[in-house]
């Protein structure tokens, strides 16, 4: 079965600090993956997704950067953290862009940034 | 372009009685609907899906959901809440390459 895993559960950084949260999933092979954000009161933004290794779209311009250096394993980083950074992290999979199948989330990383 | 309305920020039920969930769909095809549970600082779960097939879709923990294209709507039901089912929904719509979210309904459950 397939399973997905996102860490760490929690992070507190200081402002201007560096950030990667990493995403992976075990049982199927090239799935598409994303990352959400989850603000409190403004439902889920689509970050960044991506349908192959080395293959990243940005949906939304900001500080943060994504990669993908293998077929299951999905990373979320950005060079200096702001306060606006804050907020809960989800990454996701899913086999067919979610037509069909709907998307798999991670249990999330809820992030703070001091 | 796709857009998911919930219409109701928050709803409020008692133990026991029904729960109506409402989610309408702007879409200029016919689209998949999902519904989605998240519990506080979880990752989100899916409860059920319509893919075209039968419009009344039956998902996980007694909850069920019904495509009206008339209506535009895939509203989430179930007959008897309990106190479990206190948690955050969300209505889906599924768009070319990824998901169009609904802003989420909080579903708070009484005794």
């Known amino acids: 079965s397939q399973t997905i895993h996102q860490w760490p559960a929690t992070l507190v950084q200081p402002v201007g600090s560096p950030l990667s949260l990493e995403c992976t999933v075990e049982g199927t092979s090239n799935p598409n993956l994303y990352w959400y954000r989850q603000a409190a009161g403004r439902g889920l933004q689509l970050l960044f997704y991506?349908?192959?290794?080395?293959?990243i779209s940005s949906e939304v311009p900001q500080n943060l950067s994504a990669s993908r250096p293998q077929d299951r394993q999905f990373i979320l980083s950005s060079k200096k953290l702001l306060l606006s950074d804050s907020g809960f992290y989800l990454c996701a999979w899913s086999r067919d862009q979610g037509r069909g199948y709907g998307y798999t989330f991670g249990s999330g990383t809820r992030l703070t940034v001091v | 372009a796709q857009s998911v309305t919930q219409l109701d920020s928050h709803v409020s039920v008692s133990e026991g009685t029904p729960v109506l969930l409402r989610c309408n769909y702007s879409s200029s095809y016919s689209p998949s609907l999902f519904w989605y549970v998240q519990h506080p600082n979880k990752g989100l779960q899916l409860l059920l899906k319509?893919?075209?097939?039968?419009?009344l879709v039956k998902g996980i923990n007694g909850f069920e959901a019904e495509f009206k294209k008339s209506e535009t709507s895939f509203h989430l039901t179930k007959p008897s809440a309990h106190m479990s089912d206190a948690a955050e929904y969300f209505c889906v719509s599924s768009g070319y390459s990824t998901l169009t979210f609904g802003k989420g309904t909080m579903l708070l459950v009484s005794p």
């Open positions: 319509y893919t075209s097939a039968a419009t």
């Open positions: 991506s349908v192959g290794i080395g293959q």
